[in-house]
């Protein structure tokens, strides 16, 4: 039996991406290998947002070239948003790839599946895994049309692109009938989902379908976009029972001469105000967001804004990345990438550092609560798995099946995850 392996960096929408290759594949009567070194088939599907990402991409690429050389009956295959729309450059680059398909360019892929002997991929049938999964990636929303300044994803993944309803709950659906209990809904802006419909549905309509699922116990989604997280969906999250209160919103920046320059489309006064009015009508959010560090121009006191900002707002969670020049994006073009990388590093440990002592301290208020955890796996001989409001959780006691609800009493808490006993 032919075997495959598949290797992934990047956001969640990747990660997607990569569970229906898989799902074609073990349709099409391969099984996953270990390693590369083991494979028939090797997928690598490349993210490119930042500079340190590529560089693991591109390491990854060189380290198969012996392999190639050794067995070159081995297939290499690059996805992702590495591969533009001319990938010819990375073909003279990387000769001992294979196969090069842009994201979601199944059809690539099928075309290449059948002339090694596969059935074609079917875009329905390959959605859904063939090992049942507790929670499940179900990407509602392709491609951005914002083109912030820094952002490569709209050159690499396209222009927005909703799925019809029908389609989705379907799917969803199917997820629930093969054991999902939980399912997050995707998107590059995924607050953004509908408007390029030809009916009126938008995100609140889509999560209230959902919400009627029996057997479905949980839903999510990420990532908003400040400029169209909308009342309707505020009120959607606070009044369905399914939807976690849990919401993922990226501020960038502290700073509004650094948003401007973003092309964000908001201030910092703006967002604030959204958080007031996230947090009155959802008691108890959690909130969590994405903060670059190290934008060209950003002055110390810019970047003294940001720090207001997470220290202000408390977030639950803050991924903070320092600046990378993408190719194609605005900001590449037009502006100088004028901070030493020292300093960048400098500003994003820093944030870190606040973040670090923001986040130890919300969760140390949940000592001695007791919390509902949905019931993902086993780590190093402990249950685990996560809070409504996406807190990871260890904990010991008799859980149960995977995929059950439990109540976890907290006994231990630091900045990332908190430990427990099952009641």
């Known amino acids: 039996m032919r075997r495959y392996y598949i290797w992934t960096i990047g956001c969640q929408m990747n990660k997607a991406d990569s569970q229906q290759v898989a799902n074609y594949l073990e349709r099409a009567g391969l099984s996953e290998a270990r390693s590369a070194g083991e494979a028939d088939l090797i997928v690598l599907n490349s993210c490119v947002v930042r500079e340190h990402a590529e560089t693991k991409v591109v390491n990854k690429l060189n380290s198969l070239r012996g392999l190639k050389k050794s067995r ?22 990387f000769p001992w790839v294979d196969l090069f398909f842009r994201p ?3 059809e690539v892929l099928s075309k290449w599946g059948e002339a090694w002997g596969l059935p074609g991929m079917d875009a329905e049938e390959d959605l859904i895994p063939h090992t049942p999964c507790v929670t499940a990636y179900v990407p509602v929303i392709h491609g951005c049309d914002s083109f912030c300044s820094y952002c490569i994803v709209p050159y690499r993944r396209g222009r927005a692109r ?8 379907r ?20 607050d953004a989902y ?29 990532t908003s976009h400040p400029s169209y997280m909308s009342r309707r969906l505020i009120s959607a999250v606070a009044d369905l029972d399914k939807v976690c209160e849990h919401i993922s919103l990226p501020i960038q920046a502290g700073d509004n001469g650094i948003l401007a320059a973003m092309k964000r489309g908001y201030t910092r006064e703006q967002y604030g105000e959204l958080v007031k009015e996230i947090r009155c009508t959802i008691p108890g959010v959690a909130l969590s ?30 991924h903070i990345a320092a600046y990378s020049p993408r190719p194609e994006t605005t900001a590449a073009r037009n502006l100088k ?9 400098a500003r994003r440990a820093q944030a870190e550092s606040l973040q670090n002592r923001i986040a130890a301290q919300i969760n140390a208020a949940l000592l001695g609560q007791t919390v509902e955890v949905l ?27 995977i995929g059950r609800l439990v109540n976890v009493r907290i006994e231990k808490t630091s900045a990332h995850a908190l430990q427990g006993v099952a009641d």
């Open 289 to 318: 967001t994405d903060v670059i560090v190290g934008f060209p121009g950003e002055t110390n006191e810019q970047f003294t804004r940001t720090l207001e900002v997470l220290e202000r707002t408390r977030f639950d969670k803050v």
């Open 337 to 345: 990438d004028d901070l030493r990388p020292e300093e960048k590093e």
């Open 104 to 106: 979601q360019q199944w």
């Open 72 to 93: 070159p009956e081995v297939t290499i295959a690059l996805t992702g948003c590495m591969v533009g729309s001319q990938p010819d450059h990375l073909k003279g680059r």
């Open 194 to 222: 509908g408007q390029d419909l030809p009916s009126e549905v938008d995100l609140a309509d889509l999560l209230a379908a959902l919400n009627r699922i029996e057997g479905l116990l949980r839903i999510r989604f990420l």
């Open 171 to 190: 799917h969803v659906q199917e997820l629930v009938q093969h054991g999902t209990k939980e399912v997050i809904l995707l998107g590059q802006i995924v």
């Open 162 to 169: 909703s799925r019809n309803p029908d389609e989705i709950l």
């Open 375 to 401: 019931v993902e796996g086993q780590q190093k001989g402990k249950w685990c798995g996560r809070t409504r409001g996406d807190k990871l959780v260890f904990f010991t006691g008799n859980a149960g099946v």
